[in-house]
Nanobody, 124 residues
């Protein structure tokens, strides 16, 4: 059973930056597609970004393109979400997800491991 542990959330002013990390418990991480989703109060969980197992390809939601950067370090079993130019509408609980089938798209149902989530709050 793969365990994912997110960290790096917090409170930041609009225009600021945060870096989220997601550490996986197994070395098989290097073969997984990885993604971040977020869920704001009263809203459905939505796709943020995803990265191929090799790190050579990424996908981003239109709402974060140009502001967020997703990367991974397979030697450390960790993915990183660098979030710049944060806006109040980025406020949400951010979840890390892993797909053992190497999927790295937008569908929540194709990720079979999830972290507990980390809160990101952006004040105006």
């Amino acid at each position: 059973q793969v365990q994912l542990v997110e960290s790096g959330g917090g409170l930041v002013q609009a225009g600021g930056s945060l870096r989220l990390s997601c550490a996986a418990s197994e070395d098989t991480f290097s073969r997984f597609g990885m993604a971040w989703f977020r869920q704001a109060p009263g809203k459905e969980r939505e796709f943020v970004a995803a990265i191929k197992w090799s790190g050579t390809s990424t996908n981003y939601a239109d709402s974060v393109k140009g502001r967020f950067t997703l990367s991974r370090d397979n030697a450390k079993n960790t993915v990183y979400l660098q979030m710049n130019s944060l806006k109040p509408e980025d406020t949400a609980v951010y979840y890390c997800a892993a797909s053992s089938s190497r999927y790295y798209g937008v569908q929540t149902g194709l990720y079979n491991y999830w972290g507990q989530g980390t809160q990101v709050t952006v004040s105006s």
